[in-house]
DNA sequence: CCGTTGACGGCGA
DNA sequence: ATCGCCGCCAACG
């Protein structure tokens, strides 16, 4: 398992009950800063293998892009947003920043990022 | 070896 | 708003 794979799984698993992150998010929280991509190839490269709160990764356009896999369905991912009380409009889209997870900066130094990286990802993500 | 393809996203035109 | 381009990189044919 790759370094980076292992920082995925890792982030992912910070992300609370009730809240989402996008793709692009995780990526930033790694230190890759445009790895979106990876980070989606790697979620559906270990589901049924390891423990993760897959269903909380989504597409910054507050869309659900999953497709079908083989374990995994967009409409499973809907309706576990929903349990965890995320609301999502039967076209499989979603007000992202109502429930978009907003790490502290303590957390965000806890992953290794330095200060500056930290201001770039809060002016990114910490506008409501 | 090489082009294409992803659970993506930011930026410029 | 919408589109194309590119970064990122493993996997596949």
Redesign the pocket.
Known sequence: M?E?TDAVIYICRQVPFGTVA????V??YTG??????????T?????GEIEVP??R?????G?I???N?E??TPLL?KQMLENEGVEVRPDYTFDIEKYRFRPSVEQMRSWQLDDAYIELICM??LIQ
Not at 22 to 25: H, I, K, L, R, V
Not at 32 to 41: E, I, T
Not at 43 to 47: G, V
């Open positions: 790759s980076f996008s793709y692009g998010q990526a930033a890759v800063a445009r790895a979106a991509r990876q980070v989606g190839w979620l559906n490269r270990i589901e897959w269903w990764i989504v597409n910054n356009a869309r892009s999953i497709k896999t374990f995994n991912m990114k993500y």
